[in-house]
């Protein structure tokens, strides 16, 4: 874990990140930063869904999106994560994609949810789809051709991520 | 459903997309497209995690940052998403976000483990925590600070996403 002190200013920087965003109308109010294993702040983001018409701009992802872009790698090992909120779902596997293990967050999933964001939905119909099977309409379809590059990947020189 | 006679052209584009940026070493043998409503393809993307230095560039979150930039809005209600794979955790979190309610897949998530993917490790993870607790350390603090901007917005004119 970095060194303690440096965490209050990266809520801080997370925290007037979301405020400012959030005050012109560009998204919710989530901010999130990353910091090296050093303990330097290489990236603060907020939510930028709206402006950017982008379901996938959340504060964390583009923390981890300038994180990666800051480093010239997808892979932030050793970093940790300050989000002002636990992350969704799709946050939550992005931090693990990235190979970052901490994270310091400020607000619950039920005090998003409070605030009219779904969060906790999304990880009711991971754990449990049957209690959401209206959500989503999955059908499996022309698996043998996609398994067929499946085996092209396998038999190849490649960089595991 | 659109016409299923669209769905083969979209997959085979997202085969071809995938097997193109997987010989270039650009990342994973992934590709996704968008239908809209009409059952017109607005974005075909693959996997481009190594490429980028991103470790959310997977294919899904790729199209639906694509489609969202085509019909200028993040709301991508009424379009179908066609990917190689079951969407990991983070894919399944960004496409329940963009109000996409339709997925046909090739691949199974047990087909991606098997090839050194760990996308069933994150849906076990988000399921049951206690199986893979060494994953993250996770700390909530500063709550009332993040909930303060909680209750900012709460009192705020907004747009819900």
Chains 1, 2 share one sequence.
Not at 136 to 157: A, G, I, P
Request: charged share 25%.
């Amino acid at each position: 874990m970095p060194d303690s002190h440096l965490i209050p200013d990266a809520m801080r920087l997370a925290i007037e990140e979301a405020r400012r965003t959030m005050n012109a109308d560009q998204g919710g109010p989530f901010g999130a930063a990353v910091l090296d294993q050093n303990g330097s702040i290489i990236a603060v983001s907020s939510n930028t869904v709206l402006k950017d018409h982008d379901a996938t701009a959340h504060a964390e992802m583009n923390a981890i999106r300038k994180a990666g872009a800051v480093l010239g790698t997808h892979d932030l090992s050793g970093c940790t994560l300050v989000t002002t909120a636990y992350p969704c779902p799709m946050c939550l596997g992005a931090i693990i994609w990235s190979n970052i293990t901490k994270i310091i967050y400020g607000c619950r999933p039920d005090d998003a949810d409070a605030i009219g964001f779904r969060d906790d939905m999304i990880y009711t119909y991971i754990r449990h789809p049957e209690d959401h099977a209206s959500l989503l309409e999955t059908k499996e379809q022309y698996r043998d051709e996609c398994l067929s590059l499946f085996v092209e990947y396998d038999r190849k020189n490649k960089t595991i991520y």
